[in-house]
């Protein structure tokens, strides 16, 4: 016989389960009500931009703190319950009046197939990169009537000059996405890549900051013609910084003219003292000078073991390398005479 107190203690866990069956089922209608209704938005758009990496739980949060009226917990875990939370793709997403969770989510699954795309291309400047967000297919104006300065401030860097802040890569954006949602992403990347590859840079590396890494970068990649050089370039150029030797590239004295250089370099231009003359200042200039790639952050990270303090274009894209100035010389006389860096 079971004694009493135990039948009443197996009674009362029963209906203790029951109970919670009932919350649990209530519980899955809610949520199966929820996913389907619209979501109150702060505006009449949401935009977000899904770094490739971001967590589903981080992916809730952003889109509460863009303008998602809702809970981050409850969108988190629907993402998660939903099974499809390791699907969502890394992309710019726009969220108008009558979406549901249930759309928002097949949205980010959906990811690339119904975006546009806009290629920015490693060494161009950050004035180029806004001419060709100013005429991307269906990207909608932002920046047109903003500062460098006042775009900066935008993306939380205020102060900081753009060039070499973005990453050259092709960005999807669904239409309507705003210009400045996609510098976002590219700043994003850019700092991510950067802080990666600092922390991989040789223990020999000339290099005081990931600052100086991105300026040197920027001129690895308006050096190079051939990518097999770009660790030699960049060898180069850490020998002359380790020893306080000009820099000498024709680029930065290029950038620093802006809209006064008409395409011919002169040697007045070598010998007027700006701060991006590496001719007559000693060290890597105040900013970078264009956008460098992940190839160009890494030889500026680690370049080549070598002794060779110049090099010079042979013209067919490649390079010709020399420890002294005697050999550099006399490459520069079979090849490219008064071109030599």
């Known amino acids: 016989m079971i004694p009493?107190?135990?039948?009443?203690?197996?009674?009362?866990?029963?209906?203790?389960?029951?109970?919670?069956l009932v919350a649990f089922i209530a519980?899955?209608?809610?949520?199966?009500?929820?996913?389907?209704?619209?979501?109150?938005?702060?505006?009449?758009?949401?935009?977000?931009?899904?770094?490739?990496?971001?967590?589903?739980?981080?992916?809730?949060?952003?889109?509460?703190?863009?303008?998602?009226d809702a809970s981050p917990w409850m969108l988190y875990e629907w993402f998660r319950w939903s099974g499809q939370s390791r699907l969502i793709r890394a992309g710019s997403y726009v969220l108008d009046s009558g979406s549901t969770p249930r759309s928002l989510l097949s949205?980010?699954?959906?990811?690339?197939?119904?975006?546009?795309?806009?290629?920015?291309?490693?060494?161009?400047?950050?004035?180029?990169?806004?001419?060709?967000?100013?005429?991307?297919?269906?990207?909608?104006?932002?920046?047109?009537?903003?500062?460098?300065?006042?775009?900066?401030?935008?993306?939380?860097?205020?102060?900081?000059?753009?060039?070499?802040?973005?990453?050259?890569?092709?960005?999807s954006y669904a239409k309507g996405s705003t210009d400045l949602a996609v510098l976002k992403r590219a700043h994003r990347a850019m700092q991510r890549h950067?802080?990666?590859v600092w922390l991989q840079r040789a223990s020999s590396s000339p290099l005081k900051s990931p600052t100086?890494?991105?300026?040197?970068?920027?001129?690895v990649e308006k050096e190079t013609g051939r990518e097999a050089d770009r660790a030699m370039i960049a060898g180069v150029f850490s020998n002359r910084l380790r020893i306080g030797m000009p820099l000498q590239t024709d680029p930065t004295v290029i950038y620093?003219?802006?809209?006064?250089?008409?395409?011919?370099?002169?040697?007045?231009?070598?010998?007027?003292?700006?701060?991006?003359?590496?001719?007559?200042?000693?060290?890597?200039?105040?900013s970078p000078i264009a956008m460098p790639g992940k190839a160009a952050l890494m030889a500026a990270a680690r370049p080549a073991d070598t002794q060779a303090l110049?090099?010079?274009?042979?013209?067919?894209?490649?390079?010709?390398?020399?420890?002294?100035?005697?050999?550099?010389n006399r490459?520069?006389?079979q090849y490219q005479k008064n071109q030599g860096k």
């Open 4 to 20: 009493r107190f135990l039948q009443h203690h197996g009674r009362a866990s029963h209906g203790l389960l029951g109970l919670l």
């Open 27 to 68: 519980l899955g209608a809610a949520i199966a009500w929820w996913i389907n209704q619209p979501l109150n938005l702060r505006a009449t758009e949401v935009e977000l931009s899904v770094e490739a990496g971001e967590t589903p739980r981080e992916i809730a949060h952003a889109w509460v703190t863009a303008g998602v």
């Open 107 to 171: 949205m980010m699954v959906r990811g690339d197939e119904r975006l546009s795309v806009v290629r920015l291309i490693e060494g161009w400047t950050f004035k180029r990169f806004r001419v060709e967000l100013a005429q991307a297919d269906g990207l909608r104006p932002g920046i047109a009537a903003l500062s460098d300065a006042q775009i900066m401030a935008e993306l939380g860097d205020p102060g900081l000059s753009p060039e070499g802040q973005f990453f050259p890569d092709t960005y």
């Open 194 to 196: 950067l802080n990666e």
């Open 212 to 219: 100086d890494l991105l300026t040197l970068a920027s001129i």
């Open 256 to 286: 620093g003219l802006g809209d006064q250089f008409d395409g011919n370099l002169r040697r007045s231009h070598l010998q007027t003292d700006t701060p991006y003359n590496t001719y007559t200042r000693a060290g890597l200039p105040p």
């Open 310 to 328: 110049y090099f010079v274009a042979r013209g067919d894209g490649s390079s010709a390398f020399s420890r002294t100035l005697t050999e550099h």
């Open 331 to 333: 490459a520069v006389n």
